[in-house]
C-alpha cells in the first residue's frame, strides 16, 4: 500500500468560500494558478527536554525529519504510483510532467510544527502532553490538513540522547488514545526519522479507507525497538536513512574529503 497523490490532493484542498447564496464555477485544483489554495501538512513536534548540550541536538532532529520526508515523498514520484492511481489517469490524463509538478507541490507543503517551552514541557510524560495537545487542537487544524488524525511527535531525553550519539529515532503520540480500540498498542511508538512519511501514510489510509491505525501500529522491529514501517508501505529503501560516512577503504558509498 502506498499515498495516492490523488488523495493527497483531495485533503489538502482547501478553495475559498463564495459569498452566501451565490454560486459559482468550482476551481479547478489541477492549475497552477490554484496551488496558492492548497494547505499544509505534516505534524507538530513537542520538545520535553532542555538543556544546553541538547538545543544541537533538537535542532539536528527537527531538521533531518523535514529532509528525509522530502527525500521520501520521491515515492511518489515513481512511475507505477503514477500508472495505479486511478483518480489521477481520469483528472488529467495521466499526464507525466504534471503529476512531477503536484508531487513537488506536496513536498513543498509538508511542514514541522515546532513547540518548545521550557516552563511548561520540561520533563513532561505522555499523558501530560497528550492533554497540551488536546488544548491545542484547534490550533493545529488551522495549521495544517491531516490534524484529525491526533498523531503528534515527542522529543523527550531519550530522543534527543539517541540524535547525540547518531541513532535518529522519534516518537509519535496518539492524543485521542483509548485503549479499548489499540489492540494493546499505548498509544505511542518509536521511530525512525526516515518513517515519517509511512506513518502519515498509514494515518491517512486508516481514514480513507475506515479502518483501525493501529492493525498496522502494532508491529515493531524489536531488534532496533522501533516500529516496523515497511510492513505498511514499499520501503523507500535507505537513501532517506541517516548514515555517517567513514574514512574506511571497504566503505564504497560515502568518500570523506580530505
Known amino acids: 500500500m502506498s499515498i495516492r497523490v490523488s488523495d493527497m490532493f483531495d485533503l489538502l ?12 464555477r468550482p476551481l479547478d485544483k489541477m492549475l497552477l494558478e490554484n496551488f496558492k489554495h492548497f494547505r499544509n501538512w505534516g505534524f507538530k513536534i513537542y520538545r520535553t527536554y532542555y538543556s544546553a ?12 525529519l523535514r529532509h528525509q520526508t522530502s527525500l521520501a515523498l520521491g515515492l511518489l514520484e515513481s512511475e507505477e504510483l503514477r500508472v495505479e492511481d486511478d483518480e489521477w489517469m481520469k483528472r488529467c490524463d495521466g499526464g507525466k510532467s504534471k503529476w512531477a509538478d503536484r508531487v513537488n507541490l506536496i513536498r513543498k507543503l509538508f511542514r514541522l510544527f515546532p513547540r518548545e517551552d521550557a516552563s511548561l514541557l520540561d520533563g513532561m510524560d505522555i499523558v501530560g502532553v497528550r492533554e497540551v495537545c488536546a488544548k491545542e487542537h484547534a490550533e493545529a487544524t488551522e495549521k495544517m490538513a491531516g490534524a484529525f488524525f491526533k498523531f503528534a511527535l515527542v522529543a523527550d531525553k531519550a530522543v534527543l540522547r539517541d540524535v547525540a550519539n547518531g541513532r535518529f529515532v522519534v516518537k509519535a503520540i496518539d492524543y485521542d488514545w483509548n485503549p479499548l480500540t489499540s489492540r494493546g498498542n499505548p498509544g505511542k511508538i518509536q521511530l525512525f526519522t526516515g518513517d515519517l512519511l509511512a506513518l502519515w501514510g498509514l494515518l491517512f489510509a486508516a481514514h480513507l479507507m475506515d479502518t483501525n491505525k493501529y492493525m498496522e501500529l502494532v508491529d515493531r522491529d524489536t531488534e532496533n525497538d522501533v516500529w516496523f514501517a515497511n510492513g505498511f508501505m514499499p520501503p523507500f529503501g535507505d537513501c532517506s536513512q541517516v548514515q555517517i560516512a567513514k574514512d574506511d577503504p571497504l566503505n564504497t558509498r560515502f568518500r570523506v574529503d580530505p
Open 13 to 24: 484542498w482547501k478553495p475559498p468560500r463564495g459569498p452566501p447564496g451565490v454560486k459559482r
Open 53 to 64: 548540550e541538547s538545543d544541537e541536538d533538537w535542532n539536528n532532529l527537527v531538521n533531518v
